[in-house]
């Protein structure tokens, strides 16, 4: 480009403009640089020889690469989710017979605490790889896997529930294939979704760091290098200052993924909104801006990703075009064979759960109960509490368009830490103050669970109409009068929304709420998470089994009847119509 | 007669029922379109017109008959059709020009020749320069252009429209209309028919070679003529208006009227449960007012264009103030009855109790609620008991409508009320002594 000399304003905004773009290729170069070193690295250290339990070197020099080995286990579990998610969510959508029992498992799933995966993924694993450390990587990149992936998967199957008719009925008369149809109807419609819950899912990845990178097993001491055993490994030593480094890497990280990652997404993800009018709410992101100017990336895109798109889109349109799809015979009696099996597989799956569940006795089953009866009174307690501050304080910012602006990055940070780091020092504060994990595993689950809460009562004050507080004014409602006719009708569903979400969190955070290995002792209290940690490192399948299936039980029926009935309600009688 | 492009033999749909009761959208209809002719197929709604354009494109099944494209069946998507669709249906995260490129895509053709092709549709329905745009930072009527460029930029050999103008404003749908003749006139547009459904006699009557009339309950035709005014239309011209009359005669006329029915088998309906039309009191009694003050008379189709009413919205009204014998429809005419001037002139009250009588007398439905509701000790009816009533002889969709529209007749006539939470029906124990002087709040 010749810059002309007759406005020099004007060439020299091109050559800052130049620069910038050239200082972006560099950045996306080291990256690209960056990313490949990364690689090999991993890769040499997962096939290396099987170290069960490495020696976590408390020095925060050792940081950076603890960091980066869990942020590793993080993206790639992240990646088979994703995968995972989508497949899941197509076939339920699509398969009408399947569809039922699918979204039942999902429930059931969802409901299913990361730690009960633990000793059958971990077991499989390491016999799978008996020789590489991939099989001790990979379990745990599983655990991660099951707490993230559940979410997901609804989400994508919803938003292709939601796929409006016409636009259905488009891609069908002008025929297109389908990968056409997934890359231009099916993926933008569930992307934004798909953001959103990537985004809790990967929190809650943070949450659970500590839980799967480092757990004993029976009599095997599993500890794998990362900033989750880097903290566990601080808090039994009791070192303070290692684990404010710990405390700060995690944060440090988690920050950085939100900015570089989270935000660009959520930002680029606008353009997929199923709407035909263009709205002035829009997200931005700096750092996405900066690489859609980059020319880097803009050459990739048009000598790699444009022609491998090509030769997908014309070869799927070569066999494309539509017919109605009679099974065959063969594929009929396949489809059957397959049912068969998978029917086999469950009938001897329950069996052999049976067989283990003989080693249970009573005593142990009324243990159970009570403990998860102990511990439902911590989750509504845990609910109880956090609605009696995010209420009134959600409501508050949500009227206060300054408060908000101030409040609202503040406590998205704030939510965005995991709340298990910061359980060290909250434990320390706790012993110090004389109080057991009793009460104290009430905080632990409110650290993670309250956030949900005061983000959807935000949203909901923000929705109420200016007239319904002009009509309170007008009428001189009092205190009680304006929060009972206006202000919690108003945010009921958004407030059901919330409650749902941290009540499933908070189930999810008593296992590692009320069971913690610190100081090198074990301090626990009595509760069904705790039954269900100990019966891990113990490895008592009869009981972790047993308390598994009570807490699954317990959540899904509480789902059903508490909550869904409330949220129906939300949707009839308290939604904001125009 | 050349041979058609699509032709529907005996095509019905219907719903089976658990019970033998089958619930029939559309009769067994023939149906053909010939080259060269721009076919307008209008009907009230529930008339199964989208039905039907959808059937005739391969989009949904038949439940029983045949389609052929070409003379031979066909079995999914038609090959060479596109519809327009009206609610644009363009992809929101894809450009306008991405957009008209998607079904060149789906056919495997070449980037240089999608760029080329898409361009030139593009420039023919006047959005040069506006390739880059997303659908959403466009206006109505520049995403229907969108929808035509990506409809016509495949070449179809048969276009099919789905009401496209009607979710535009009505400056903006004549400009289109205008344009899209223009297009087809001089030959611009490689498609050989245009099938374009709508509920706008005018615009039928101004773009159709032929139109066809549905009926409803089941949907089937009511008639099928070609225009024979040479374009541009005047609206004004007296054949103009004697081919908008004759629709409106058609569409007001009693079923099966076996006069008016120039072809097609009139198949021989069933005594059907009675349907309520979709109408609301206070429209009603707001027509009732206007046909006073037009003393007493006026032609369907100069009150429509009065209130600036299309047939979907004036026609259940009409049916309704009929139905409770407050007016008289014939040749296009509604004409208001004694029983309909008393209402008008009365006051609030003696209106509601007046039309309590008229309800009772002639309205099976609300007869049947209250009937049902009073051998109750409790005076109160779930929902599903109706519901289950209705299904029988209507489509999930209708059945609630007509619910709706009961509870709505059923209030303003102060016969029963109905529990929207809880999901019941019930009568209010103070309606049997209701104070002269207690204004009810009612709804219109």
Same mark, same amino acid.
């Not at chain 1, 020889?49 to 490495?54: F, H, L, R």
């Not at chain 2, 033999?9 to 060269?36: H, M, T």
């Given at each position: 480009?010749?810059?002309?000399?007759?406005?020099?304003?004007?060439?020299?905004?091109?050559?800052?403009?130049?620069?910038?773009?050239?200082?972006?290729?560099?950045?996306?170069?080291?990256?690209?640089?960056?990313?490949?070193?990364?690689?090999?690295?991993?890769?040499?250290?997962?096939?290396?020889?099987?170290?069960?339990?490495?020696?976590?070197?408390?020095?925060?020099?050792?940081?950076?690469?603890?960091?980066?080995?869990?942020?590793?286990?993080?993206?790639?579990?992240?990646?088979?989710?994703?995968?995972?998610?989508?497949?899941?969510?197509?076939?339920?959508?699509?398969?009408?017979?399947?569809?039922?029992?699918?979204?039942?498992?999902?429930?059931?799933?969802?409901?299913?605490?990361?730690?009960?995966?633990?000793?059958?993924?971990?077991?499989?694993?390491?016999?799978?790889?008996?020789?590489?450390?991939?099989?001790?990587?990979?379990?745990?990149?599983?655990?991660?896997?099951?707490?993230?992936?559940?979410?997901?998967?609804?989400?994508?199957?919803?938003?292709?529930?939601?796929?409006?008719?016409?636009?259905?009925?488009?891609?069908?008369?002008?025929?297109?294939?389908?990968?056409?149809?997934?890359?231009?109807?099916?993926?933008?419609?569930?992307?934004?979704?798909?953001?959103?819950?990537?985004?809790?899912?990967?929190?809650?990845?943070?949450?659970?760091?500590?839980?799967?990178?480092?757990?004993?097993?029976?009599?095997?001491?599993?500890?794998?290098?990362?900033?989750?055993?880097?903290?566990?490994?601080?808090?039994?030593?009791?070192?303070?200052?290692?684990?404010?480094?710990?405390?700060?890497?995690?944060?440090?990280?988690?920050?950085?993924?939100?900015?570089?990652?989270?935000?660009?997404?959520?930002?680029?993800?606008?353009?997929?909104?199923?709407?035909?009018?263009?709205?002035?709410?829009?997200?931005?992101?700096?750092?996405?801006?900066?690489?859609?100017?980059?020319?880097?990336?803009?050459?990739?895109?048009?000598?790699?990703?444009?022609?491998?798109?090509?030769?997908?889109?014309?070869?799927?349109?070569?066999?494309?075009?539509?017919?109605?799809?009679?099974?065959?015979?063969?594929?009929?009696?396949?489809?059957?064979?397959?049912?068969?099996?998978?029917?086999?597989?469950?009938?001897?799956?329950?069996?052999?759960?049976?067989?283990?569940?003989?080693?249970?006795?009573?005593?142990?089953?009324?243990?159970?109960?009570?403990?998860?009866?102990?511990?439902?009174?911590?989750?509504?307690?845990?609910?109880?509490?956090?609605?009696?501050?995010?209420?009134?304080?959600?409501?508050?910012?949500?009227?206060?368009?300054?408060?908000?602006?101030?409040?609202?990055?503040?406590?998205?940070?704030?939510?965005?830490?995991?709340?298990?780091?910061?359980?060290?020092?909250?434990?320390?504060?706790?012993?110090?103050?004389?109080?057991?994990?009793?009460?104290?595993?009430?905080?632990?689950?409110?650290?993670?669970?309250?956030?949900?809460?005061?983000?959807?009562?935000?949203?909901?004050?923000?929705?109420?109409?200016?007239?319904?507080?002009?009509?309170?004014?007008?009428?001189?409602?009092?205190?009680?009068?304006?929060?009972?006719?206006?202000?919690?009708?108003?945010?009921?569903?958004?407030?059901?929304?919330?409650?749902?979400?941290?009540?499933?969190?908070?189930?999810?955070?008593?296992?590692?709420?009320?069971?913690?290995?610190?100081?090198?002792?074990?301090?626990?209290?009595?509760?069904?998470?705790?039954?269900?940690?100990?019966?891990?490192?113990?490895?008592?399948?009869?009981?972790?089994?047993?308390?598994?299936?009570?807490?699954?039980?317990?959540?899904?029926?509480?789902?059903?009847?508490?909550?869904?009935?409330?949220?129906?309600?939300?949707?009839?009688?308290?939604?904001?119509?125009? | 007669?050349?041979?058609?492009?699509?032709?529907?033999?005996?095509?019905?749909?219907?719903?089976?029922?658990?019970?033998?009761?089958?619930?029939?959208?559309?009769?067994?209809?023939?149906?053909?379109?010939?080259?060269?002719?721009?076919?307008?197929?209008?009907?009230?709604s529930g008339s199964g017109k989208s039905t039907l354009l959808r059937i005739l494109t391969g989009l949904s099944d038949a439940s029983a008959g045949q389609v052929l494209w070409h003379g031979s069946p066909i079995n999914g998507p038609c090959e060479n059709v596109s519809i327009v669709f009206q609610s644009f249906a363009l992809f929101p995260w894809l450009t306008v020009l991405e957009n008209v490129e998607a079904p060149l895509k789906a056919r495997g053709v070449s980037p240089e020749g999608r760029f080329a092709r898409s361009l030139r549709m593009l420039d023919s329905v006047g959005l040069d320069g506006f390739e880059s745009a997303y659908p959403k930072e466009l206006s109505g009527g520049m995403k229907q252009r969108v929808g035509f460029a990506r409809a016509l930029v495949v070449e179809p050999e048969v276009l099919f429209m789905d009401e496209p103008f009607s979710a535009l404003d009505v400056l903006t749908a004549e400009n289109l209309r205008s344009e899209l003749l223009e297009l087809w006139e001089d030959k611009k547009m490689p498609t050989r028919a245009?099938?374009?459904?709508?509920?706008?006699?005018?615009? =039928?009557? @101004? /773009?159709?070679?032929? &139109?066809?009339? $549905?009926?409803?309950?089941?949907?089937?035709?009511?008639?099928?003529?070609? *225009?024979?005014?040479?374009?541009?239309?005047?609206?004004?011209?007296?054949?103009?208006?004697?081919?908008?009359?004759?629709?409106?005669?058609?569409?007001?006329?009693?079923?099966?009227?076996?006069?008016?029915?120039?072809?097609?088998?009139?198949?021989?309906?069933?005594?059907?449960?009675?349907?309520?039309?979709?109408?609301?009191?206070?429209?009603?009694?707001?027509?009732?007012?206007?046909?006073?003050?037009?003393?007493?008379?006026?032609?369907?189709?100069?009150? =429509?264009? @009065? /209130?600036?009413?299309? &047939?979907?919205? $004036?026609?259940?009204?009409?049916?309704?103030?009929?139905?409770?014998?407050? *007016?008289?429809?014939?040749?296009?005419?509604?004409?208001?009855?004694?029983?309909?001037?008393?209402?008008?002139?009365?006051?609030?009250?003696?209106?509601?109790?007046?039309?309590?009588n008229a309800a009772l007398e002639h309205v099976a439905l609300l007869k049947q609620i209250k009937r049902a509701l009073e051998s109750k000790s409790d005076h109160t009816l779930p929902d599903d008991f109706f519901h289950d009533i209705l299904d029988e002889h209507f489509t999930e969709e209708e059945t609630l409508r007509q619910l709706e529209t009961a509870i709505n007749w059923g209030r303003y006539a102060e016969l029963f009320d109905h529990d929207a939470e809880r999901k019941r029906f019930f009568i209010p124990e103070e309606t049997a002594s209701v104070p002269q002087d207690v204004e009810v709040g009612t709804e219109t």
């Open positions: 480009m010749t810059a002309n000399p007759a406005s020099t304003g004007l060439s020299r905004s091109l050559i800052r403009d130049r620069s910038w773009n050239f200082f972006m290729d560099v950045i996306v170069f080291a990256v690209l640089f960056a990313s490949v070193y990364s690689i090999i690295a991993v890769a040499r250290y997962w096939f290396s020889a099987p170290v069960a339990a490495v020696q976590i070197s408390l020095s925060p020099a050792a940081l950076p690469r603890y960091a980066f080995y869990s942020l590793v286990r993080m993206i790639v579990a992240y990646l088979l989710s994703l995968v995972f998610a989508i497949g899941y969510g197509y076939f339920a959508a699509y398969h009408r017979r399947l569809e039922a029992p699918m979204l039942a498992l999902l429930d059931i799933l969802q409901s299913i605490p990361v730690l009960s995966f633990l000793p059958g993924v971990m077991l499989a694993m390491v016999s799978l790889f008996p020789s590489r450390q991939l099989g001790v990587e990979f379990g745990s990149i599983l655990l991660i896997f099951t707490g993230q992936v559940w979410n997901m998967a609804f989400s994508f199957y919803a938003s292709l529930k939601a796929l409006p008719r016409e636009l259905m009925e488009a891609s069908r008369v002008y025929r297109f294939g389908r990968v056409q149809r997934f890359l231009q109807l099916e993926l933008p419609q569930g992307a934004i979704g798909l953001v959103w819950n990537s985004m809790v899912s990967v929190a809650g990845g943070w949450f659970f760091l500590m839980a799967c990178e480092m757990f004993v097993l029976g009599k095997r001491d599993f500890r794998l290098p990362g900033l989750g055993s880097y903290l566990q490994s601080a808090a039994s030593a009791g070192d303070s200052t290692a684990i404010s480094w710990g405390i700060a890497a995690m944060i440090g990280v988690v920050v950085l993924i939100d900015q570089l990652v989270w935000r660009p997404a959520i930002a680029w993800s606008d353009k997929f909104k199923l709407e035909q009018v263009d709205s002035s709410s829009a997200h931005s992101s700096p750092v996405l801006n900066l690489l859609r100017k980059s020319p880097l990336l803009g050459r990739l895109r048009a000598g790699i990703s444009t022609p491998l798109m090509e030769r997908l889109y014309s070869s799927s349109a070569r066999h494309a075009p539509e017919t109605k799809t009679d099974l065959s015979n063969p594929q009929k009696l396949f489809a059957v064979l397959a049912g068969i099996l998978a029917l086999l597989l469950i009938l001897l799956g329950v069996f052999q759960g049976l067989l283990v569940l003989k080693a249970i006795t009573r005593a142990d089953i009324v243990i159970t109960l009570e403990s998860a009866g102990a511990t439902f009174l911590r989750v509504v307690a845990a609910l109880v509490i956090a609605s009696a501050w995010t209420i009134p304080a959600g409501v508050a910012i949500g009227f206060n368009p300054r408060l908000a602006r101030i409040a609202q990055p503040l406590a998205q940070i704030a939510a965005s830490v995991p709340a298990t780091a910061l359980f060290p020092v909250l434990l320390l504060g706790l012993i110090s103050l004389g109080g057991g994990l009793n009460t104290g595993s009430i905080l632990l689950m409110l650290l993670g669970t309250q956030w949900y809460i005061l983000f959807n009562v935000i949203a909901g004050a923000i929705a109420i109409p200016s007239e319904f507080r002009e009509v309170a004014d007008i009428f001189h409602f009092s205190r009680v009068e304006r929060w009972r006719t206006v202000i919690l009708p108003a945010i009921f569903p958004y407030l059901v929304t919330g409650l749902v979400t941290a009540s499933g969190g908070a189930w999810n955070a008593s296992i590692v709420a009320e069971y913690f290995h610190f100081k090198g002792q074990v301090l626990s209290t009595f509760g069904l998470g705790a039954e269900i940690s100990s019966a891990t490192d113990a490895g008592n399948f009869a009981v972790l089994l047993l308390s598994t299936i009570v807490m699954a039980t317990l959540v899904v029926s509480v789902n059903r009847l508490v909550w869904r009935p409330l949220y129906r309600r939300a949707e009839t009688r308290y939604r904001l119509e125009a | 007669m050349p041979e058609p492009l699509i032709e529907a033999r005996q095509v019905e749909k219907f719903y089976d029922q658990p019970s033998d009761n089958r619930i029939q959208v559309i009769a067994p209809l023939d149906l053909a379109v010939y080259p060269g002719e721009i076919l307008t197929l209008l009907g009230p245009v099938f374009i459904v709508t509920h706008n006699i005018e615009e =039928a009557v @101004l /773009l159709g070679d032929r &139109i066809v009339v $549905l009926g409803k309950n089941p949907g089937r035709i009511r008639t099928d003529f070609r *225009v024979d005014l040479p374009r541009p239309r005047d609206r004004k011209h007296p054949r103009f208006n004697k081919i908008v009359d004759y629709i409106y005669q058609v569409l007001t006329k009693p079923d099966g009227d076996p006069a008016l029915t120039l072809s097609g088998p009139a198949t021989d309906v069933k005594t059907k449960y009675p349907m309520l039309p979709h109408a609301r009191t206070g429209g009603i009694a707001g027509f009732l007012e206007i046909l006073a003050d037009h003393n007493g008379r006026e032609d369907v189709y100069r009150m =429509a264009d @009065l /209130l600036s009413f299309e &047939i979907d919205d $004036l026609l259940p009204i009409v049916e309704g103030a009929a139905l409770l014998g407050f *007016v008289k429809v014939s040749e296009g005419d509604v004409e208001i009855t004694p029983a309909g001037v008393e209402f008008t002139n009365a006051p609030i009250l003696r209106q509601k109790e007046l039309f309590r």
